[in-house]
């Protein structure tokens, strides 16, 4: 059992480091810590600036006091990023279609004027496909492969020309995105930081797997969260980090691994039922937040379905009480 005197000796925070390291047992978890122990520990406020970001020395010390006496029924809580920690998938379907005009990419169905994807199109290509560049090969495959001033406005045709336009592509893409995410005017969903903080204070180990490429992760996660809150996540693995993208289970699989835990005991936080599939698949908990572009959606064997975490307390979410909530029919009923 960790004493008090042992948890003043050292920070809760384990930084995420590029490799990931695991937490390699039981009694080095965060989670095993005596919640005596944390009433006592009171954390250093981080040194960081930003709107986002502000308040998480308060939230910390806040969360210490209020929510590490609470037992906990989850050994991880894993968030998904994009549509969960930000909404972003307009700005995802925004940074790809100015990579489209960049780069003049053109279909043969419509040679006119380069690829557009509307608002509709996206959301529908953001819930069947997992992934960006899977996303781009499979609406190529549906309506013929491009022509673009990649490969001097002549068509891809060969599997080296195809890979070769959506590397350059996806690369164009996401640099653009994260113009538009360092521009200060994009800000975490409502209720996520709180929730981190809490976690993290509880003593349950936190982390983010998200579908998109590493280079995009380590840019947005860190804009968003800032940097001390980003350093003290438990794990982040990013789409690239394994071989297949969701819906497979593969990133919540592996995170379980390096997490040390049950899967079973894991909680994971997603938008969409390509997320929902890999959570379930993993064989982890889900809890849906969702958006305008996935709120239609069914998610069968999710445990509840919010439409945001504004207000929502870790130990509620933790200890099941949302379970069986679904935010839809709340406010269905409410017309």
Not at 256 to 275: F, H, K, Q, T, Y
């Amino acid at each position: 059992m960790v004493t008090s005197s042992a948890i003043q000796s050292r920070s809760l925070a384990v930084p995420c480091k590029a490799a990931c390291q695991p937490l390699t047992s039981k009694t080095n978890r965060p989670n095993a810590i005596h919640s005596s122990a944390l009433r006592n520990f009171v954390p250093t406020a981080p040194r960081f600036a930003g709107a986002a970001v502000s308040s998480y020395a308060a939230t910390t010390q806040r969360a210490a006091i209020l929510v590490a006496a609470v037992p906990t029924s989850i050994d991880a809580l894993i968030f998904d990023c994009d549509g969960v920690i930000v909404e972003s998938e307009d700005i995802h379907r925004r940074a790809y279609n100015a990579a489209f005009q960049e780069f003049d990419v053109r279909c043969p169905g419509d040679t006119s004027s380069p690829v557009v994807w509307s608002v509709e199109f996206y959301d529908m290509l953001q819930n069947k496909v997992g992934g960006g560049k899977p996303k781009m090969r499979w609406y190529f495959g549906e309506k013929g492969w491009p022509a673009s001033s990649i490969l001097g406005g002549k068509t891809a045709e060969t599997e080296d020309e195809k890979t070769l336009l959506i590397d350059t592509l996806q690369d164009w893409k996401t640099d653009k995105y994260k113009d538009i995410i360092g521009s200060g005017q994009v800000e975490p969903r409502p209720g996520i930081l709180k929730l981190m903080d809490d976690a993290r204070a509880s003593g349950t180990p936190v982390a983010v797997c998200s579908a998109s490429t590493k280079a995009a992760v380590t840019f947005v996660l860190p804009a968003l969260l800032g940097k001390e809150r980003f350093d003290s996540l438990d794990l982040f693995m990013a789409g690239d980090d394994v071989p297949l993208k969701k819906p497979d289970p593969s990133i919540y699989k592996v995170a379980a691994e390096r997490l040390n835990v049950d899967p079973a005991r894991c909680l994971v936080i997603e938008d969409s039922m390509i997320g929902l599939a890999a959570a379930l698949g993993a064989g982890m908990r889900c809890v849906i937040t969702y958006h305008s572009g996935t709120e239609s959606q069914d998610f069968p064997g999710a445990s509840a379905v919010l439409a945001n975490m504004d207000g929502m307390e870790f130990a509620d979410l933790a200890g099941g009480k949302v379970e069986g909530r679904d935010d839809r029919k709340v406010a269905a009923g409410a017309k």
